[in-house]
């Protein structure tokens, strides 16, 4: 499977849903309640008079239709959405490995210039190779133009792959610790593809010129390289004379993670000057498939002069060109999990750039970099340049390593932690650290969720004794309503007497769950986008807490042989976490109209349909935190001699 796909595992993001119902709005307990942190917006009139039948009618008619668009966006949107992603992961799976003879690949040094000269202005190259026509193998493909002299082999712990000779790109990737699927032999993610497969992704550095007349290695140029295999031991120079007095060398260097340094050299044994600047591209072919949902980001970005920027593919066709001055940073292409970056001179100003072309109907996206100075290469002398590429997976504690001993600015920014990073990366360490501690993530997060309700103990306390007061009062409001009847305003009167008389106060729950949805957000945000979680098991039927559960209750959890569509594919953890929501709702007062209660009757419900697609982890998570929340409210209930029905 080609890198820069969401995975077929992949699953659409928490939204957010707020329910707003005066005194219903005190039901919900701290962070127990989806109700009161997710992205439906159920906006309900409530007094505590109750409603009239005007009013009664038209919110049976406003859930109702609420209902419906929930239910048919399921039905009729997300889950055929979902069951076409599942076909196109299938469809690249297969053509992953199908490759096109690359334009052409017996081409002689200096077929063709890399350096454009663009109205005596040295501009990046983008795409030099014409689109080939016929499909093959890859794995021949690279068989053919390795044992042809054409590659240079790429054996590192983490990596593998190769550099294509000609052209001197780094086009040929696959992740040595990541596979496909959870099962070990299955094949490794490919990452970066060369010209000529379905859909290239590779990376490139090189020279352009000021001046026109100057012939530069490019796109088809074949180099010498200096040993066949490129190890973190041992790097590999590769070479090209251009007949003219011009001799480029350029040593690449691995580490034993994922790095590359790329050191460029330019001697000059001609009679003349030639003016230069160093370029670095990433060059991506077709629009992947991403996960499409606004909370992660995948597409180019960078952090220029200080600032990241994110630009999605669809902007990117829109703008055709975007670019920025900056000092050091970074510029590249991410993926969900994994991200293909470059990384200059630190201390060098440039020009960085996003850029999008179109040919023969094909996308083209790329991100490059071109150096501000011109270096002038004297008859004699040298001029040289080195930059960095990464190609790898986003693991937090790697990014966050290359940022300090490297000096590269928001480095760990690559992974998409949100609006509430101060929170995000926290949680995300507590969770590596009870992991290394515990040997499963599963149990880590059910630990880290107790720790979490640990810190918030004295608000959720708060909340739930406010709740508590509010149950025990229903009898008294229930008299109250029933001797005001229709007299709204003597209604009111009575209601809040009755509150200052017992100390109570009806939004007194809200503030706690107010502040733990940052919280919240930031716990959904661990689970949702670091590569940890990825394929990482559970126990009994969860194999990876980055998918769904895969049970489905359509076919009675697998006894029958059939997988039902994926808009009924409710699973056991789902339906757990329904009923701890059900049984949560139960110990919460209920709202003081009877309408408004029975349609908060089967938002559980309503719940476990849409949340059956999201992570497994995220799940559990949740049904965890409710029970939690559900023995600490029983217990609070019990001291304050409240009925528990």
């Excluded at 004295?458 to 509010?470: C, R, T």
């Excluded at 029933?482 to 106060?505: F, P, S």
């Excluded at 001291?639 to 029905?645: A, E, L, N, P, T």
């Amino acid at each position: 499977m080609s890198v820069g796909r969401t995975e077929a595992g992949a699953l659409p993001p928490l939204g957010r849903l707020r329910i707003r119902s005066g005194a219903a709005a005190v039901a919900r307990g701290p962070f127990r309640s989806l109700h009161a942190s997710t992205a439906l917006f159920f906006t309900i009139p409530s007094s505590p008079s109750g409603l009239t039948m005007n009013e009664q009618r038209n919110l049976i008619t406003a859930v109702v239709l609420t209902i419906i668009v929930l239910v048919s966006f399921q039905v009729f949107y997300e889950g055929p959405r979902l069951e076409r992603h599942r076909e196109q992961m299938a469809l690249q799976q297969q053509t992953a490995e199908q490759t096109v003879r690359a334009g052409g690949q017996g081409a002689t040094a200096g077929a063709a210039a890399g350096g454009a000269n663009v109205g005596g202005r040295a501009e990046v190259p983008s795409e030099m190779v014409p689109q080939a026509a016929a499909t093959r193998d890859r794995a021949a493909v690279l068989n053919e133009q390795g044992s042809g002299g054409q590659r240079v082999q790429i054996k590192t712990p983490r990596l593998h792959g190769s550099i294509g000779l000609i052209g001197a790109r780094i086009d040929d990737l696959t992740l040595a610790d990541y596979h496909e699927t959870p099962d070990q032999s299955s094949p490794e993610i490919v990452l970066l593809t060369p010209t000529g497969t379905a859909n290239p992704y590779y990376a490139e550095s090189g020279w352009v010129a000021e001046e026109s007349s100057a012939l530069l290695p490019g796109a088809r140029t074949l180099w010498q390289a200096s040993a066949p295999v490129l190890t973190p031991e041992s790097p590999v120079t590769l070479s090209w004379d251009n007949g003219q007095g011009l001799r480029f060398e350029k040593t690449i260097e691995i580490d034993r993670d994922y790095m590359f340094t790329i050191h460029e050299r330019v001697r000059n044994t001609g009679t003349e000057p030639v003016s230069l600047r160093a370029y670095n591209l990433v060059s991506r072919h077709g629009t992947p498939t991403t996960a499409g949902f606004y909370i992660l980001h995948e597409g180019p970005l960078g952090v220029l002069d200080g600032t990241l920027r994110e630009i999605n593919y669809e902007k990117l066709r829109e703008q055709a060109s975007v670019q920025q001055r900056t000092t050091g940073g970074w510029i590249g292409i991410t993926d969900k999990y994994w991200l293909v970056s470059l990384v200059p001179d630190q201390t060098r100003t440039l020009t960085a750039r996003f850029l999008h072309t179109q040919r023969q109907g094909s996308d083209r996206y790329q991100v490059d970099t071109l150096g501000e100075q011109t270096l002038t290469v004297v008859p004699g002398g040298e001029a040289a340049a080195v930059s960095r590429l990464f190609a790898g997976a986003k693991e937090v504690g790697l990014l966050d390593g290359y940022g300090d001993t490297l000096g590269i600015a928001k480095f760990d920014l690559a992974i998409d932690f949100g609006w509430f990073y101060f929170l995000t990366k926290p949680f995300f360490y507590a969770l590596i650290q009870l992991n290394k501690l515990i040997g499963n993530f599963g149990i880590a997060i059910l630990v880290l969720t107790i720790v979490v309700k640990g810190l918030f103990y004295p608000l959720a306390n708060s909340s739930y004794k406010a709740m508590s007061k509010m149950k025990k009062l229903q009898p008294e409001i229930a008299k109250v309503r029933e001797r005001c009847g229709d007299d709204k305003t003597r209604m009111n009167e009575e209601m809040m007497a009755l509150y200052k008389r017992e100390g109570a106060n009806p939004v007194a729950g809200c503030l706690p769950i107010l502040i733990q949805i940052p919280v919240f957000f930031a716990l959904y945000k661990v689970l949702f986008v670091t590569i940890e979680m990825r394929h990482a098991p559970f126990y009994g039927w969860i194999h990876d807490l980055s998918a769904p559960d895969p049970t489905s209750v359509a076919n009675l959890f697998g006894l029958l042989p059939f997988d039902p569509p994926a808009a009924l594919a409710i699973g056991a953890w789902p339906l757990l976490m329904g009923v701890t929501m059900y049984l949560q709702q139960k110990l919460n007062p209920p709202p003081p109209d009877p309408i408004q209660a029975k349609m908060f009757m089967f938002l559980p419900f309503l719940f476990t349909f849409l949340l059956a697609s999201f992570p497994a982890g995220l799940v559990i998570y949740w049904a965890w935190n409710n029970l939690l929340s559900i023995l600490q409210q029983w217990m609070i209930m019990r001291r304050m001699g409240v009925k528990i029905s």
